[in-house]
C-alpha cells in the first residue's frame, strides 16, 4: 500500500474515461500524486479492442502503465512508481512531473451506503477515494473524473472531485477568437498613428503604425460600424505595433458573386474574402445553424475547382456522431455509407445548382459536380496525403484535438482545408466548447499567417428558422 513521506499533500483518483479521453494525463498532475484502482485497470482492459480513437488511446495508457512498471518489483510498486524517469526515458514533451503513480495492491474496507453497492465502477472508485481519505488523513484525496454524475455523487457524500480540465484550450469560451474587431470612432485620423497606401494589381493596401494595433493577428478582419465600406483584412504584421491590411472584396454585389452567392452580412462578406483568399491554407467558420457556413464553403470551393482551378476536387468529410439513436451499419462502398451523413451537402449543391437550363441544365451540372465532389470518411484519412485539394471538414466541434491533429497533417502541397462547426452544438461525449478541436485549432492557428477565421452570427436561412432560434 501507500507507503510515501507526508511530502505530498495531494493524491489524485483517477476515472478510467480520463484515461481514455487524454493518455498523456498520468503526467499532468505536476508534483502531485495520482492513484489507480484496480477497477479502473479491469475496465482499461476491456475497452482496448478496436479501431476507435478511444481503443487507440487505451492502448497508449497501457505502454505508459507498461513503461513504469518496467524492472520494478512488487516492494517498489507499493511504494508508489515515480513519473519524472519515465518521461526523460520515453522523450515525450508533455508536463514534468516529480510525483508519483500508486496503484491498488491490496482490498480496501468500502464502506459506502447500501443504495450505492460496490460493484458499479463508479461507486467502486468512490469507495477508494472514501478509503484513502481514512488512511491517508494527511493528504486530500481528489477524485478527477470527466463523469458529471459520478463527480454529483461524490459531492454528496463530501468527498472532492474535479473535472479533468488540463484539456481546455481556454478557461471560458466567451474569451474564443472571432476573427473580427471593430475599429473605434476616429480610427483613421488619431494622431498617433502614421498610415501610408498603395495599390497593386486593382488590390489597396495601408501600412498602419500605431500603439494599439498590437493585438491585431495576421488575416483579422477590421470593421468600422459607422462606416459601411470601411471592411479591411490584416495581412501582415512586420512588428507588434505596424501592420499592412488590404481593403476587403465586397462579395454582397451580384457582379462580384460567388458561384452565384452573394453575402448577406459583414460576417458573411470576411468569411467569402477569407475562403477565396488563395494565400490561405487554413480557414475555420463558427457559427449557429443557418449563419451560411457550409453554402459559403461550398460555393467557394466550386468556384476555385471549376472556374479558377486552383484545386483538382472537392473533398467533403465530417465526424459521424449521429443525433438520436444510431441506425446500425449501413451497405454500399464509403462514399454510399457517407450518404446520409452528408444531407447539409445535398442541400446546399440543390442550392448551388439552380440553373435557368430546366431539368436538363440541373443533371447536366449535377453530372459535373459529382466529378469534382468526393466524399470520405474520417475513418480513412490516416496515412493520405492529399495534393491540391479543396478540403470540407463539417460538424468539426465533435472532434477532438488530436483528431483534428491528424486530419489537418494530411494536406500537401496546394491543399486548402476548411473547418466548419457550432461548438454550442457538441454531440461526442466528453467534449465541451473549451475542449473542442475546433476550438483547439481557432486559438492555435490566429497567429499564422496562412490561417483565417471568422464567427458568423447572424442566421440567413428564413424568418422561421430565425424566430425559432431565438424562442425555442
Known sequence: MLKRDNDRLRLFVLDTNVLMHDPASLFRFHEHDIYLPMAVLEELDKGKKGMSEMARNVRQVSRFLDGFMSGADQEKIAAGLPLTPFIENSGSHTTAANGRIFFQTAPLDLDLPASLPGSNLDNHILGTAQALQKIHRDHTVIIVSKDINLRIKAAVLGIPAEDYANDQVLDDVSLLYTGQEELPEGFWTCHDKAVESRQAAGRTFYKIKGPDIADWYPSQCLYCEEDECCEAIVREKPSPTAAIIELAEDFRSPRHNVWGITARNREQNFALNLLMDPGLDFVTLLGAAGTGKTLLALAAGLSQVLDRNLYREIIMTRET?????????????????????????????????????????????????????????????????????????????????????????????????????????????????????????????????HGGHITLIRGERSRLADFASECL
Do not use: H
Open 321 to 449: 456522431v449521429p443525433v438520436g439513436e444510431d441506425i446500425g451499419f449501413l451497405p454500399g462502398t464509403e462514399e454510399e455509407k457517407m450518404t446520409p451523413w452528408m444531407g447539409a451537402l445535398m442541400d446546399n449543391l440543390e442550392v448551388l445548382t439552380q440553373t435557368e437550363g430546366g431539368e436538363w441544365g440541373r443533371a447536366a451540372t449535377n453530372d459535373l459536380l459529382r466529378n469534382r465532389i468526393r466524399i470520405s470518411s474520417l475513418n480513412f484519412m490516416r496515412g493520405r496525403t492529399f495534393l491540391r485539394k479543396y478540403i470540407i471538414l463539417d460538424e468539426a466541434q465533435n472532434l477532438t484535438a488530436k483528431q483534428m491533429k491528424t486530419l489537418i497533417t494530411r494536406a500537401g502541397p496546394g491543399t486548402k482545408i476548411v473547418c466548419l462547426g457550432n461548438i454550442s452544438q457538441i454531440d461526442t461525449p466528453y467534449l465541451t466548447e473549451t475542449s473542442s478541436g475546433l476550438t483547439y485549432v481557432v486559438d492555435r492557428f490566429k497567429d499564422w499567417a
